[in-house]
């Protein structure tokens, strides 16, 4: 190694050295993945840190503080790891942080319904630091679940405080922190006897050492936990079906279907009522302009630029975000997501990918950028490349409402309830077809430029657990859709504006946006698109948003956006351009295959740290994009 | 006998693995230790994984990985 402990251990005091104030207690949060330590971490912290982490998983370790009885605490919350033992990346941060970091207590969070697991951490880090507490999480579903458990008993036997909890709830995080402050307010110091152990390299010890754990554990369960043999098969029963062979996938793609269903459907009035309120103020603020005497042309870049660009953008993203991103969340915290990576794993592993490249793509689905942040969790860094260069296959909830919009207006004729299901069968063919291409992708990669044979993989199955429908609503709503939002926003308004200005400057007799979509022009037909196609698809580099609104645009000979009052009103407008059903079909392909937005590859140059992999994450996608719609248009030809 | 080889509903112990490195020590972690039980609960699609239940979790595994496994 080359390295002795002691060196090791200066470097990583170093590292793991939280700088704090005097006064400030550290207080780390170590526990087993899917124990619910990020929910303790949130109530404590009143902070929500979703962003870039499934529940369950928290990618890098937060930091968060909280104030009691007049002490101020910084919490930090670890990754989830079994043990301090088996080192993937994110166990490593654990590890590390509870052998060498600064902390003045550690809470380390179990799951009530699965003890005899997660005493196995619990004792190992006893034997690093006497200032451990444990705190059995999850109370209220052992408690629905029959299981009762002896904690003085437990306490009795393991010599540490002890705390039963329901963090969902708030149930025992009072007294945890009073447990907190015993601890840190105890001056004794911790004892690092035997941390170097985990730094050495004897399997033989380290084996025997978990063997010895795990008999224990087994025993302390026997003698302090009761359980009910036929409740604890509620989870199996469920998963008979769910991630059944013959019915496991198609329940897959129908929940899929119907939460595209639902959005759509839910969407359709908010949208119309808040593009109602937003064009109809467009009216109200250019009269108010014209009254003022307010030049022509800032007129035209602030009102039908901006604005519109905005008026759109909200109108058309914020209610089916509002819908898809709770809906998402339930899924998540009812631990649905496992069981997809569950159900599609021969998929992957025929591709050569990591089985949990599944749950990076589920990320993507919100957010690419998030996806590809999500891939730390993947600790092969072949596979890791692969899951972060195909993430952008999967359309982020920034391409929805294209696909949404296009396919109500091409593909659904008359207004019946099976019109109204076709926007989201197209979606979901959509993300069929996105799937198919990242294992195509991924294949070929694994056969060429990242040769490679599947790493091992271990899924676990947590338990169902009730979602808490409010929590879940506020934080995707907070976390993710305003946030998405936001992001779509900043990028719309001086987008509107330079497509307004490119519009109405003109060079001659023709505006410089003609000119570029001229240019354009002759590969977009190619293609079966358009030169203001691309134009729009390009514009959109920053955020997949506003291709819509920049298309119209462009559209428009004014060079303002139109109002969206129907779906019809856009139809006619795509129409008198020359769209047919392939136009339609194309963008919809194009949106989903091409080059990823602005702030994912600055994600994915952060990640990998090379920008050869950053420009093969822009070229693969991209070229792809290309082929698939010059194929189609081909084809199209060939038999219309 | 292989953990790969059990049947469906069969409740076995566990010999040894013959995993190694990080693999090994994963197993050891979620409690795959010598004199261990695991039952067998369900297989998945193409009979790739297979959902174990081991200290309590269910725990999925591919073939490969369950073929290291020696059990009794």
């Known amino acids: 190694m080359g390295l002795t402990a002691e060196s090791v251990k200066v470097k990583l005091k170093e590292i793991y050295e939280i700088s ?3 006064d400030q207690y550290v207080v780390a949060l170590a526990g087993n993945p899917n124990t619910g330590k990020s929910t303790v971490f949130n109530y404590l912290t009143g902070l929500n840190q979703h962003t870039g982490n499934w529940p369950g998983k928290t990618v890098v370790s937060a930091r968060g503080e909280f104030k009691h009885n007049s002490n101020d605490y910084i919490l930090v919350d670890l990754p989830g790891s079994y043990s301090l033992f088996s080192a993937s990346k994110d166990e490593e941060v654990a590890r590390d942080f509870i052998c060498y970091g600064n902390y003045d207590a550690v809470v380390v969070v179990a799951d009530a319904t699965c003890l005899e697991r997660n005493l196995n951490l619990v004792f190992q880090i006893s034997k690093i630091t006497n200032k451990v507490i444990l705190c059995i999480n999850l109370i209220d579903e052992a408690r629905r679940k029959n299981i009762s458990i002896d904690k003085e008993g437990l306490e009795k036997e393991l010599n540490i405080p002890i705390l039963l909890t329901a963090a969902r709830k708030g149930e ?11 601890i840190v307010l105890n001056k004794d110091s911790r004892d690092e006897v035997e941390s170097t152990l985990y730094f050495q390299q004897d399997a033989e010890v380290r084996e025997e050492i978990t063997e010895s754990n795990y008999n224990y554990a ?6 302090y936990v009761k359980e009910d043999a036929k409740k604890l098969n509620r989870d199996k029963k469920i998963d008979d079906i769910v991630t059944s062979k013959i019915f496991g996938i198609p329940i897959m793609l129908s929940l899929l279907g119907l939460i595209f269903w639902i959005t759509i459907q839910g969407a359709n009035y908010p949208s119309q009522l808040l593009s109602n ?14 009254r003022l005497q307010v030049n022509d042309f800032i007129r035209g870049v602030l009102l039908d630029g901006v604005y519109l660009g905005l008026a759109w953008v909200v109108s058309v993203m914020l209610p089916p975000m509002a819908i898809f991103f709770p809906m998402f969340t339930l899924l998540e915290d009812l631990g649905y997501l496992p069981r997809i990576a569950f159900n599609v794993d021969h998929l992957f592993k025929k591709a050569r990918a990591h089985g949990k490249m599944c749950l990076t793509m589920c990320m993507g689905f919100g957010c690419n950028a998030a996806g590809v942040i999500g891939c730390r969790i993947i600790d092969s860094p072949r596979e890791r490349l692969i899951a972060i260069i195909t993430n952008n296959l999967v359309p982020c909830n920034g391409r929805f409402p294209l696909t949404i919009v296009l396919s109500a207006a091409f593909f659904a004729y008359s207004g019946s ?13 959509l993300v069929i077809i996105g799937v198919f291409a990242t294992l195509v992708v991924s294949y070929l990669l694994s056969k060429t430029l990242l040769k490679g044979v599947p790493s091992t993989f271990t899924l676990e199955l947590p338990p169902y657990r009730a979602p808490q429908v409010g929590r ?9 859709t305003i946030f998405v939002l936001f992001r779509a926003i900043v990028v719309a308004a001086p987008a509107g504006a330079v497509t307004w ?5 003109y060079l001659g007799d023709m505006s410089i946006l003609i000119y570029i979509a001229n240019f354009l022009e002759p590969l977009g037909k190619a293609m079966g698109l358009d030169g203001f196609i691309l134009l729009a698809f390009i514009a959109g580099f920053p955020a997949n948003e506003i291709v819509i609104p920049v298309l119209l645009m462009a559209y428009m000979s004014t060079g303002s956006l139109i109002d969206f009052e129907s779906v019809e009103s856009l139809k006619n407008v795509l129409l008198a351009n020359g769209w047919t059903g392939l136009t339609a079909l194309n963008v919809m392909l194009f949106s989903l295959l091409h080059w990823p937005c602005s702030t994912t590859l600055w994600t994915i140059k952060k990640e990998t740290g090379s920008l050869k992999w950053t420009f093969a994450a822009f070229i693969i996608p991209t070229t792809i994009a290309f082929a698939v719609c010059f194929i189609t248009a081909s084809l199209y030809k060939l038999i219309f | 006998m292989k953990l790969l080889d059990v049947k469906v509903g069969e409740i076995v112990k566990v010999k040894n693995n013959r995993a190694q490195d990080y693999l ?10 010598s004199g261990a039980q695991v039952e067998v609960l369900r297989k998945g699609p193409k009979n790739n994984l297979t959902v174990y239940r081991i200290r309590g979790a269910m725990i999925a595994l591919r073939s490969e990985e369950s073929d290291l496994i020696e059990v009794y």
Do not use: Q
Not at chain 2, 24 to 33: D, I, N, P, V
């Open chain 1, 20 to 22: 704090k104030d005097e």
């Open chain 1, 172 to 182: 025992g995080m009072k007294e945890l922190k009073e447990k907190i402050e015993k």
């Open chain 1, 218 to 223: 087994k025993e302390l369960k026997e003698k």
């Open chain 1, 277 to 290: 309120i937003l064009f109809g103020f467009h009216e109200t603020l250019t009269n108010i302009f014209i």
């Open chain 1, 417 to 429: 309830f099976i019109d109204s299901i076709i926007p989201a069968i197209s979606i979901t063919l």
């Open chain 1, 472 to 480: 879940v609503i506020y934080t995707s709503i907070i976390d993710r």
């Open chain 1, 501 to 505: 200005l490119l519009a109405n400057i």
């Open chain 2, 24 to 33: 090994k020590e994963r197993f050891l972690a979620l409690g795959l230790t």
